[in-house]
């Protein structure tokens, strides 16, 4: 392939600040045709340099003058505070290329784990995937696993392999990595060329043409190969030229090939890029942020290997009431539907929306309807509003760049949309349509959070609306049992950064120790005497009774029965005591938690002609189950879940042991294909507060599991309940 070095752009671009994100900036791009654009999810292993790559594309493009920092928080990509603050990304980020005549859309995802939702959106927004792999650090089980996810998907991807420049890098050994994780269609188009032992330029494998890459020059000088150079390669080239032909639609090029025959350049890179572009051979390029090495080589792979959008396939569309409606195609005079990826909130704009557009046009000052259907699990209710959309805008970082227009197969951003969450459809208000929503991640590791002071309940409710509108992997629950606030998160890195977006917009917070909602139960029979009587002047109150308590078979729930005889109770106030009794089981009897499977009896009792009264047997039943428990035994009961887990066979024992010292039962193991095993167990849900974190540490990251309330059993008499008080 050539290199083609183009200086087609849009202007430099800002660093930030207000000025940039009401668009003051360079005007963004604006392609009329589909086959222009190219979305590209850049995908890897936190730390593995993708933000950094960025730059260096933004660089060698001349859309900034100089490189930023993840360290000083510097960086276009990286511009949310919380990504600052943390020195990662946290957050989707698009960065538009103009390269030869085309817009690439580079979507920056998180390498972190728990930002996986955000990476997620990544890939509905992208039509391929860009993995980089760090020469350091080689390959990760979570890149491994996005590699499979994207597999399953059908989505062309390439290897960009990262960090050449560092002492610690090994390209042969990262290369044989990725073949051993990816497949053996993982094959380079060029190899390093280096200079006194570092890497100063590419060979390209089918044009034999080495491009050097010089320190404070801009861009790569090409020279032709040097015989030494030629045959060093000469086996790489080789296994690239078989490699293309076996995916060449020409059966006749192999037999030619082997019989010695020099097939055209020309003939193997169209091969290649229709490979590529179908998802079944996948290039990889070494690169160097620091030098620049690569920025030529990727963004022509990006720009003619990847395919376009109207090449690709679209999601599912309905109309409102779930009815499937005719298939949607990347046609800008289609009917607008749009999908919101990503929802940010800010300071000057308000809400800001990420937008995929995959059919019709968006255009500014026109109705659009938004519709939110299939995220109530979440805490995102259905909704469906019209509204009118004023600007649009080309995202670079945090600067918005005003475009008149955005069409199917682009991504644009849309400010003041009041209603709209990510995951929403944005389509025309006369046709509404529904897009089917993405698969995302249950968020299994709770966070309970107070507001430092009453003032400060209605700061937090407000803006917790605001930070889970934009980011469907929370999950915000207010607990019925412990009345306690959860927010629900894919780990502790994830709740630091929603914790940091509540307390940038003024929300004055702190965390508290999560209460397990335990319940209470009787482990014996036992008696109460319950006596409500006070005559302090006037109309008294005049109640007595007397009940029997029992224990019933777990998950059997509460049963009351009326045993008196002679009418020592009327019978209009034995409802009386009963609800006295169920209003205490709420409160508790012992610990404060409720108390549930038991039976209670009314044996006995008085009552006075003028002084009884509903409240006061009331009074009297809540009083008698209190005496019931004092002289009987209570037992806490804590909630148990059933667990399932899949691992890589080799955790398998390790995860295992850790169940066990959870006091986990195990239930099962089952293979579950792919050297994975699925684990099932029952296990405390006191045990697994954390295990969204501790799993991940036990596997390498490779772990995952999900958790289903299975029911209450007795707390061993040698472990102490947590939060056994409020």
């Not at 491994?144 to 002492?167: F, N």
């Not at 009431?321 to 046609?331: D, I, S, W």
């Not at 508790?588 to 006061?616: C, E, I, L, N």
């Not at 008698?624 to 066979?649: F, T």
Request: include cysteine; aromatic fraction near 4%.
């Amino acid at each position: 392939m050539s290199v083609k070095g183009t200086r087609d752009v849009a202007g430099p671009a800002g660093r930030g600040g207000p000025e940039g994100r009401q668009g003051n900036g360079a005007a963004g791009i604006s392609p009329r045709d589909p086959a222009m654009v190219r979305n590209v999810a850049l995908v890897g292993r936190s730390g593995a340099g993708k933000t950094t790559l960025v730059e260096a594309l933004l660089e060698a493009n001349g859309m900034i003058t100089r490189k930023g920092s993840v360290v000083d928080g510097t960086t276009v990509s990286d511009s949310d505070p919380a990504a600052i603050h943390q020195q990662r990304s946290v957050a989707l980020s698009v960065v538009p290329l103009p390269v030869a005549g085309m817009k690439i859309n580079l979507l920056d995802t998180p390498g972190y784990p728990d930002f996986i939702g955000e990476l997620r959106a990544g890939l509905r927004a992208a039509d391929a995937v860009l993995f980089a792999v760090s020469a350091v650090d080689g390959v990760d089980a979570g890149t491994t696993a996005i590699w499979q996810e994207c597999q399953y998907l059908g989505m062309p991807r390439a290897v960009v392999l990262t960090r050449l420049d560092h002492p610690r890098a090994d390209y042969d050994g990262v290369l044989a990595a990725c073949r051993a994780a990816f497949g053996d269609t993982v094959l380079p188009l060029y190899v390093p060329v280096r200079t006194d032992g570092e890497a100063t330029g590419l060979l390209g494998l089918l044009s034999g043409t080495v491009f050097e890459y010089s320190p404070g020059t801009s861009g790569a000088t090409a020279r032709a190969a040097v015989p030494q150079e030629i045959e060093a390669a000469d086996a790489a080239r080789a296994e690239l030229i078989e490699g293309i032909i076996a995916e060449s639609e020409d059966e006749t090029l192999m037999d030619r090939y082997l019989g010695g025959e020099d097939i055209d350049a020309d003939v193997l890179i169209a091969d290649l890029e229709t490979a590529v572009a179908r998802g079944s051979f996948f290039p990889a390029v070494p690169a160097s942020a620091l030098t620049g090495l690569g920025t030529a080589e990727l963004l022509e792979l990006l720009t003619k290997a990847f395919p376009s959008p109207p090449e690709r396939s679209l999601p599912r569309a309905t109309d409102l009431t779930g009815a499937p409606v005719r298939a949607l195609a990347c046609n800008p005079e289609g009917p607008l539907a749009a999908e919101v990826v990503r929802t940010t909130v800010d300071a000057f704009l308000g809400r800001v929306c990420l937008v995929r557009v995959f059919s019709g046009t968006l255009r500014g000052d026109t109705p659009v309807h938004v519709s939110g259907h299939g995220l109530a699990d979440r805490g995102h209710q259905d909704h469906d509003t019209d509204e009118r959309l004023t600007h649009l805008y080309s995202p670079l970082g945090a600067n918005l760049r005003p475009v008149p227009f955005c069409i199917a197969g682009d991504i644009a951003a849309v400010a003041k949309l009041g209603s709209a969450e990510t995951g929403d459809t944005i389509s025309a208000k006369d046709q509404p349509l529904l897009l089917a929503t993405w698969e995302m991640p249950e968020p299994l590791m709770p966070v309970a959070i107070e507001a430092d002071s009453h003032g400060d309940e209605d700061a937090l409710a407000r803006s917790l609306g605001k930070v889970a509108a934009g980011d469907p992997t929370l999950r915000v629950e207010r607990n019925a049992e412990t009345h306690q606030l959860i927010l629900w998160c894919m780990g502790e890195a994830h709740a630091e950064v929603v914790l940091d977006r509540l307390r940038d917009q003024g929300v004055k917070l702190h965390t508290v120790d999560v209460v397990t909602p335990l319940r209470e139960t009787f482990s014996s029979r036992a008696a109460g005497h319950g006596r409500h009587v006070k005559q302090s002047g006037g109309h008294g109150q005049y109640a007595v009774c007397d009940i029997e308590v029992e224990p019933l078979p777990r998950g059997t729930g509460f049963e009351f029965i009326d045993k008196t005889v002679g009418g020592v109770i009327p019978g209009t106030f034995i409802s009386s005591v009963e609800k006295g009794v169920r209003a205490q089981m709420q409160k508790g009897v012992a610990s404060g938690f409720p108390v549930v499977d038991v039976r209670v009896t009314v044996v006995g009792g008085k009552a006075h002609s003028v002084d009884s009264s509903d409240a006061a047997f009331q009074a009297a039943g809540a009083l008698a189950l209190r005496e019931a428990a004092a002289a009987g035994k209570i037992q806490l009961l804590e909630p148990v879940s059933s667990v399932a887990i899949s691992v890589p066979d080799e955790h398998v024992g390790t995860v295992m042991s850790d169940l066990s010292a959870r006091r986990g039962r195990l239930t099962g193991t089952t293979s579950s294909g792919g050297d994975r095993t699925e684990i099932t167990a029952e296990v405390p849900d006191q045990e697994l507060l954390k295990y969204a974190v501790e799993l991940r540490a036990l596997t390498a990251g490779t772990g995952t599991f999900n958790r289903q309330y299975l029911r209450h059993d007795p707390v061993p008499g040698n472990v102490a309940a947590a939060g056994a008080g409020r």
